[in-house]
């Protein structure tokens, strides 16, 4: 892992970005979008894969992570400014398509890029969060209904509820990088599973073996959010209702290829999540990884590898 770079800080969209770059200029520019509760240092695992396979690697701390600016105030992380932060690092790379990567949280934003700025996007790929179609109710309401009001993302629409993981940064990245589960006992562990905020409250530790990321990783997210706090991190889950309004009228379907690939023991977003793509991705790739859980860089580091640059080398 020793080719990890430093993050170098590039002026985007009216903020600067902490960036990690590498791989040869001249290759194809593949710009990775980590999720909550990450970094860009989450692609390290994969990192020297893909700059081996040629390509142009371009991994930011999303505005309020990491050494990334983090503006105050909920409005600031609204999907538009998200998409634009990162063609704005297009601009300033002189870069006119990238293929847009992201897992989790990013896979979100690298899905609306897809819809909203298609003509930077060469192509799109999803790690664990698969392309939806517009849901008939506000997502909220969705949460809800699944987890009720413990569920964590309906705690993180009262600004404040983060707060709880603030002092126990180290505790807390030991408990959310925890091991998958069979895919056969997913479907039992809700509610409770999503109680993310409640569940941590008592959580004393787990035996090492039973943390997907290594320990001195771990103390790099760590350092990271006792430095930024989590509120600016959680500013994302503020607009699912503001950014499902915002995509009302916006039409869905997508032309430019596109990878999906799920993990089968991902209890945050199963592969079963994935079953609308075809009717709204023209030309779509999927594929799950067994044994791995939600956490599919750390988890599947050279499988995940393998199947981006398989795909960047047959469609690029």
């Known amino acids: 892992m020793t080719g990890f770079p430093a993050p170098q800080r590039i002026a985007t969209n009216g903020i600067e970005l902490s960036v990690h770059i590498g791989g040869p200029e001249d290759g194809q520019p593949a710009l990775l979008v980590h999720g909550w509760p990450e970094l860009g ?39 538009d400014p998200l998409v634009a932060d990162l063609t704005g690092l297009l601009d300033a790379l002189g870069i006119e398509k990238a293929i847009w990567c992201g897992h989790d949280w990013g896979g979100i934003i690298v899905w609306h890029g897809a819809m909203l700025a298609a003509d930077r996007v060469a192509g799109v790929i999803g790690v664990s969060t698969p392309h939806l179609p517009r849901a008939s109710q506000p997502p909220i309401e969705t949460f809800r209904e699944l987890g009720g009001e413990d569920h964590y993302i309906v705690r993180f629409q009262d600004e404040g509820s983060e707060r709880a993981f603030e002092g126990r940064e180290d505790d807390f990245f030991a408990y959310i990088f925890g091991p998958p589960v069979p895919p056969a006992m997913i479907d039992k562990l809700y509610p409770e599973i999503t109680h993310l905020v409640k569940n941590f409250a008592s959580f004393e530790g787990r035996a090492e073996k039973r943390i997907v990321v290594p320990p001195e990783e771990r103390a790099v997210y760590a350092e990271a959010y006792r430095k930024t706090g989590f509120t600016t991190t959680t500013h994302l889950y503020r607009n699912f209702d503001a950014n499902w309004e915002r995509m ?12 999906m690939v799920s993990a089968d023991s991902d209890f945050a977003l199963p592969p079963k999540l994935t079953r609308w793509m075809p009717a709204l991705c023209k030309d779509l790739e999927m594929h799950v990884l067994e044994g791995c859980g939600h956490w599919t860089m750390w988890e599947k580091p050279k499988a995940l590898a393998a199947l981006i640059t398989d795909w960047v080398g047959r469609r690029f």
């Open 41 to 79: 240092h989450s692609w390290k695992p994969v990192w020297e894969d893909l700059v081996a396979a040629g390509l142009r690697v371009i991994a930011p701390d999303l505005r309020g992570y990491g050494a990334s600016d983090a503006p105050e105030g909920a409005d600031n992380y609204a999907i």
């Open 248 to 259: 009302g009228g916006v039409d869905h379907r997508l032309a430019m290829p596109c990878l």
